[in-house]
């Protein structure tokens, strides 16, 4: 009875979120067009749109260092067996990897099929607006903490889940002290989800306010010239969310692709108006856990790496841009420049972090890796907002898609 009235919160929470999407979408670009001219509204009524999602997204936030931390070192804990955690390990990172290169591959074959930027001949004296992407080696060195405590001051994630991994196997290691200190951190992430439940009990505002913000600001206008890159990306991100995904969960989960996308869709909601997989990561988890029914064990670590390491979405857009760039300077693109933009792009998307446009600076480093040329980020700039939205929203469902497989290849039972 209780399970049946939670239930039909949850389906009711999720009807507000997208209500909430739909309206902020369809309100935003009405009022878009008149706030300028409107001292009410663009002195008011934004500006109070807009804190209204600047809080919804500081509520995500506050939630994420302690869940991750928490749920990591019980989560390990609970695993119980060191070589089994290793072998979790192993195959997240492998299905991370091959699903990612998919994603380029869908990429650029959307970027080959729409040709967005042929025909745009430009000379090449843009100038380019994102910064310089870290070398690799700082990259790698940046996943070891110095500090634990810094690490999740500064929100670190990866530095965070080095840790939190050594912690929760020694947990294992040292017996029955080790397991009071699990026990503890279940306890800190269990009162972390009721938190969670808390704060997305106000995402239906936070959402309606984030995309109405952003439509009203960008308008129909901004996508004119750039619907072929647009179409590209989202096409392509559409196509593999239905066929590598869903496949995924056929194959390996044997659940239909709906019993999939209406377990995640508050997280995808989530990710597409927050253009962040890090701040979108405690509605991941949540979903995983209670709507497709993974172990908190496999979610707790599959999900925050995802969050850090997997980006599907970014992947794809790399893809994407860089042919759009080569086209729209008039540079061709042998075979071997794609081969090379589906390694670079991989590296690139797992050095990308979790938060607004930061696909946009790993851009550069795909750009100048196969020799083109990095003003081509001043191309796609102004509409990377747009194309956050949905890479973002593809990031985190890949994360969701393959934990689902890792808890089925690890002989857990999924809700049905
Ligand atoms: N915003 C994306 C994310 O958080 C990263 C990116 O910019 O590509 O997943």
């Known amino acids: 009875m209780a399970e049946n ?11 507000k979120i997208s209500i909430g999407f739909f309206l902020g979408i369809i309100f935003g670009f009405a009022i878009g067009p008149v706030v300028p001219s409107s001292p009410v509204l663009s002195g008011y009524v934004m500006p109070f749109i807009d804190l209204v999602g600047k809080i919804f997204l500081r509520l995500l936030m506050m939630l994420i260092v302690p869940l991750v931390f928490a749920s990591l070192v019980a989560g390990a804990a609970s695993v119980g067996d060191v070589r089994k955690l290793g ?28 040709q967005a930027g042929a025909g745009m001949n430009i000379p090449g004296d843009l100038q380019a607006s994102a910064r310089e992407a870290k070398p690799l080696v700082d990259v ?7 500090n634990p405590i810094a690490s999740m001051v500064n929100a670190n994630m990866l ?17 029955e002290r080790g397991k009071k200190i699990s026990d503890f951190f279940e306890n800190v992430a269990e009162v972390m989800y009721s938190v969670t439940h808390m704060v997305m009990g106000f995402a239906p505002y936070g959402v309606f306010a984030l995309i109405a913000v952003t439509a009203a ?3 129909f206008a901004i996508l004119a010239p750039f619907v072929k890159v647009i179409a590209a990306v989202y096409i392509g991100c559409i196509i593999h969310a239905v066929i590598v995904y869903s ?35 405690p509605v991941t988890l949540s979903n995983v856990r209670d709507n497709l029914g993974v172990s908190e064990g496999v979610s707790s670590f599959v999900l925050p790496l995802g969050a850090t390491i997997n980006m599907d979405g970014t992947a794809l857009y790399q893809g994407v841009c860089a042919l759009f760039v080569a086209q729209a300077f008039n540079i061709p693109l ?25 696909g946009l600076i790993m851009l550069t480093l795909v750009l100048t890796s196969v020799g083109l040329p990095i003003e081509g980020i001043a191309l796609v700039a102004g509409i990377d907002v747009i194309l956050d939205a949905a890479r973002t929203c593809l990031n985190v469902m890949g994360d969701t898609a393959v ?3 890792v808890a089925s290849s690890e002989g857990e039972e999924l809700n049905s």
């Open 5 to 15: 009235t939670g239930m039909k919160k949850r389906i009711s929470l999720l009807w």
């Open 87 to 114: 072998r979790i390990g192993v195959k997240t990172l492998a299905l991370y990897l091959i699903t990612t290169a998919v994603a380029i591959v869908i990429g650029l074959a959307c970027g080959n099929l729409f």
């Open 140 to 146: 790698i060195l940046d996943i070891f903490p110095t």
């Open 159 to 175: 530095q965070i889940i080095v840790f939190a991994l050594f912690f929760g196997v020694a947990c294992i290691l040292a017996g």
């Open 217 to 219: 600001k960008f308008g």
């Open 247 to 281: 496949g995924m969960l056929v194959v390996f989960c044997r659940r239909s692709p709906m019993w999939y996308f209406k377990g995640v869709q508050e997280a995808a909601i989530t990710a597409f108006v927050t253009r962040s997989s890090s701040g979108t990561l």
């Open 334 to 358: 042998t075979l071997q420049m794609q081969i090379g933009i589906v390694v670079t792009a991989t590296l690139a998307s797992v050095g990308t972090a979790g938060v607004p446009g930061a």
């Open 403 to 405: 934990c689902a497989v």
